[in-house]
């Protein structure tokens, strides 16, 4: 089966965007107040979007005293509408008879993806000569989308096939002043 790591697509897209506000630029181009609070900003950011991982099923209590054990696979444990409360069909697995091992592949089953927009808010301003400094707003995970975390995979406990943690952080801002000299 696949590797606990593989992810099958992922797409992560920088970017970085100077606003089109104050001198040489084409809105607010005099040097009104306006325009000197507007001037020098930047947009940038990174965009993740990716698959889920794959994850095995297993059995919640083991049928060969105390050896390992796993599920049969009577369906293919996928749902067309997951939801955190049922990730995938725990009815389509089911314990082997005693003492046998089960025949389910491993990994076999996705994760939730990653929906993830990292985000700053740049300007930069001259101080004297070569001094210079530079204001940021970040926003991570700006959207706030819950990167969801594995569903508990052990056929026989009562909370099979839900999801109860994540994987993620939720959104964190923060302001920075750096100078450079």
Same mark, same amino acid.
């Given at each position: 089966?696949?590797?606990?790591?593989?992810?099958?697509?992922?797409?992560? +897209?920088?970017?970085?965007?100077?606003?089109?506000?104050?001198?040489?630029?084409?809105?607010?181009?005099?040097?009104?107040?306006?325009?000197?609070?507007?001037?020098?900003?930047?947009?940038?950011?990174?965009?993740?979007?990716?698959?889920?991982?794959?994850?095995?099923?297993?059995?919640?209590?083991?049928?060969?005293?105390?050896?390992? &054990?796993?599920?049969?696979?009577?369906? &293919?444990?996928?749902?067309?509408?997951?939801?955190?409360?049922?990730?995938?069909?725990?009815?389509?697995?089911?314990?082997?008879?005693?003492?046998?091992?089960?025949?389910?592949?491993?990994? +076999?089953?996705?994760?939730?993806?990653?929906?993830?927009?990292?985000? &700053?808010?740049?300007?930069?301003?001259?101080?004297?000569?070569?001094?210079?400094?530079?204001?940021?707003?970040?926003?991570?995970?700006?959207?706030?989308?819950?990167?969801?975390?594995?569903?508990?995979?052990?056929?026989? &406990?009562?909370?099979?096939?839900?999801?109860?943690?994540?994987?993620?952080?939720?959104?964190?801002?923060?302001?920075?002043?750096?100078?450079?000299?």
């Amino acid at each position: 089966g696949p590797a606990g790591y593989d992810v099958r697509h992922r797409a992560v +897209i920088s970017y970085v965007y100077e606003l089109p506000f104050g001198p040489g630029k084409p809105f607010l181009k005099g040097d009104s107040a306006l325009g000197w609070v507007v001037r020098d900003w930047q947009l940038s950011g990174i965009t993740t979007l990716s698959t889920g991982r794959h994850f095995n099923v297993n059995l919640n209590t083991g049928v060969n005293n105390g050896a390992p &054990s796993w599920p049969n696979r009577i369906g &293919s444990g996928k749902l067309d509408n997951p939801t955190v409360d049922l990730w995938f069909n725990p009815a389509d697995f089911v314990a082997p008879p005693p003492n046998t091992y089960g025949d389910v592949g491993r990994g +076999i089953l996705t994760a939730p993806g990653t929906i993830l927009f990292d985000t &700053s808010l740049t300007r930069n301003f001259p101080i004297r000569g070569q001094m210079r400094g530079q204001f940021r707003f970040d926003a991570f995970n700006l959207f706030n989308h819950p990167q969801l975390g594995f569903p508990n995979a052990n056929i026989g &406990s009562p909370t099979v096939g839900r999801i109860t943690s994540t994987i993620g952080d939720n959104r964190i801002l923060q302001f920075a002043l750096k100078v450079t000299f």
